[in-house]
Nanobody, 127 residues
Framework: QVQLVESGGGLVQAGGSLRLSCAASGRTFSRYVMGWFRQAPGKEREFVAAISRSGGSTSYADRVKGRFTISRDNAKNTEYLQMNSLKPEDTAVYYC????????????????????WGQGTQVTVSS
């Protein structure tokens, strides 16, 4: 099993930046595909970004493409989401997720496939 703890959320003005971190417990972080999802008030949780085990493959939702960057440091058991040019519509609780995966290059984009979830971190973007 793996435990995930997000951090880095907060209040920022539109156009600003935040970097979210997701720290994972255990020694096998590199065996997990990782992803970020978000849930805005009154809306369903949605895909934001995903990264393969190696970090060599990434995928983004169209709404964040070009503004957000997902990355990982397997030596530090940590996943990141760099968010630039933030907009009020990015306001949400952001969750990291993990799935053990044998394919080194595969990414996972759908929520049901993920096995583990963090508790979420609030991001609020003011206009």
């Amino acid at each position: 099993q793996v435990q995930l703890v997000e951090s880095g959320g907060g209040l920022v003005q539109a156009g600003g930046s935040l970097r979210l971190s997701c720290a994972a417990s255990g020694r096998t972080f590199s065996r997990y595909v990782m992803g970020w999802f978000r849930q805005a008030p009154g809306k369903e949780r949605e895909f934001v970004a995903a990264i393969s085990r190696s970090g060599g493959s990434t995928s983004y939702a169209d709404r964040v493409k070009g503004r957000f960057t997902i990355s990982r440091d397997n030596a530090k058991n940590t996943e990141y989401l760099q968010m630039n040019s933030l907009k009020p519509e990015d306001t949400a609780v952001y969750y990291c997720a993990a799935k053990i995966e044998w394919d080194y290059a595969r990414m996972v984009l759908t929520q049901p496939e993920y096995d583990y979830w963090g508790q979420g971190t609030q991001v609020t973007v003011s206009s």
